[in-house]
């Protein structure tokens, strides 16, 4: 409680607009300080007779700062440092060349992987993205891409090595990705696709596991474990459309894994979600062909009492490839999530789901694995 009431306390005073930013106008520079922090906390509920510990959790989430801005003649960059788990990471650290509708990025950015993992965990329908964009690894990594819009169609495509932390492992990706979005009346479509080729280093291994929707708990119950490989392929499909207070969502991904002298292994992954804003006037945003950031019509403070939403999910992710021998499990989600949004930087999310697995790695009674497992998360954010 003392968690919502602080948020309630900081959405009454907080309702920046935008970012204040330092800027030049002699020398065309300009420098906008940003940040954001997660806290999360709730619970999980597990079958005992899994022998797994479940209960209650807590969780600074993300904690992070940084800068970004613009130089003469169309240069820009961005860095920012992410501190929530007593460690300093960088997560973005990049500059950019922009000359109109093309734009290069060098340094760790993201590699397109989806509408999901591209939209910003500050602007996510559900507490946590869908299961397969952290089963699957995605991740910033170190490379070169290009930008490409004309008109409603966005095209990206770079090569990129490993993430900061693990350079000089060897790997090496080709990634791309196509986006239409037009306008047809009061409707904005969203239509994408992306593909994504990595060629691992030597001896290099991967491994795809998920928990049950909150991340403060170490528990999971669809896991791979380790798998030799040499290279994946992964790829996905986009769609999305958004209407006045109503918006839908869904994805799919696949993903193949070659392995070195036996035959390779495919996984999957993909979601479907509808959400509707209960506030009038109040609509999801979107911007550079991904969710964006929900300005109220009526803040609180401000007259009204902020933007309220409510969101549904279904998620599934499936771990298992018989024909390769590999048994990693299937969970099926389905989430429920309200969100709070009292100020264009505030948000608290309360998020509940409901997970069933067939074929999960930890065994009930009499080896029975299949069985279902509860979760509950809120969040409360505030970014600037």
């Known amino acids: 409680m003392r968690l919502i009431a602080a948020l309630a306390a900081a959405a009454a005073t907080l309702s920046l607009p935008t970012t204040a930013a330092a800027q030049d106008d002699d020398s065309g520079w300009r420098v906008t300080p940003f940040g954001r922090i997660n806290y999360d906390i709730g619970g999980t509920w597990v079958p005992d007779d899994t022998g797994r510990k479940d209960g209650y959790g807590a969780e600074l989430r993300r904690a992070r700062v940084g800068l970004e801005g613009e130089a003469p003649g169309g240069s820009g960059f ?25 734009k290069l990025t060098l340094g760790q950015h993201n590699n397109f992987q989806s509408l999901e993992e591209l939209t910003s965990s500050r602007f996510t329908s559900q507490i946590e993205r869908a299961a397969f964009t952290d089963a699957f690894g995605f991740e910033r990594r170190i490379g070169a891409s290009a930008q490409y819009t004309a008109g409603d169609t966005l095209v990206q495509g770079g090569t990129f090595l490993d993430n900061l932390d693990d350079l000089g492992s060897g790997q090496w990706s080709v990634d791309g990705r196509a986006v239409h979005a037009p306008k047809l009346g009061d409707t904005r479509l969203h239509l994408g696709a992306s593909l994504h080729y990595t060629r691992l280093g030597d001896e290099q291994t991967v491994r795809y596991r998920q928990r049950p929707l909150v991340h403060f708990t170490d528990i999971r119950f669809v896991d791979t474990s380790t798998i030799a490989a040499t290279s994946e392929l992964g790829a996905g499909l986009e769609a999305a459309a958004m209407r006045g207070p109503f918006h839908a969502a869904a994805e799919t991904y696949w993903q193949r894994v070659e392995r070195p002298g036996t035959d390779s292994a495919g996984f999957f992954g993909a979601y479907a979600e509808a959400g509707v804003f209960l506030t009038p006037g109040d609509t999801r945003g979107y911007k550079g062909a991904k969710f964006d950031r929900v300005k109220p019509k009526h803040p609180l403070g401000q007259g009204g009492i902020g933007a309220v939403q409510i969101n549904a999910r279904y998620d599934r992710l499936d771990l298992t490839d018989r024909s390769a021998g590999i048994a990693g499990g299937v969970q099926d989600g389905l989430g429920l999530a309200l969100v709070w949004t009292p100020t264009a930087n ?10 069933w697995y067939n074929g999960a790695i930890h065994p009930g009674t009499g080896g029975n694995r299949n069985y279902a497992v509860d979760a509950l998360g809120i969040r409360g954010q505030v970014d600037f």
């Open 78 to 102: 961005k860095a920012e440092i992410d501190v929530a788990d007593n460690d300093l990471v960088l997560t973005d650290g990049f500059v950019t060349y922009t000359d109109g509708a093309l």
């Open 346 to 355: 505030t948000r608290l999310t309360m998020n509940y789901a409901r997970l």
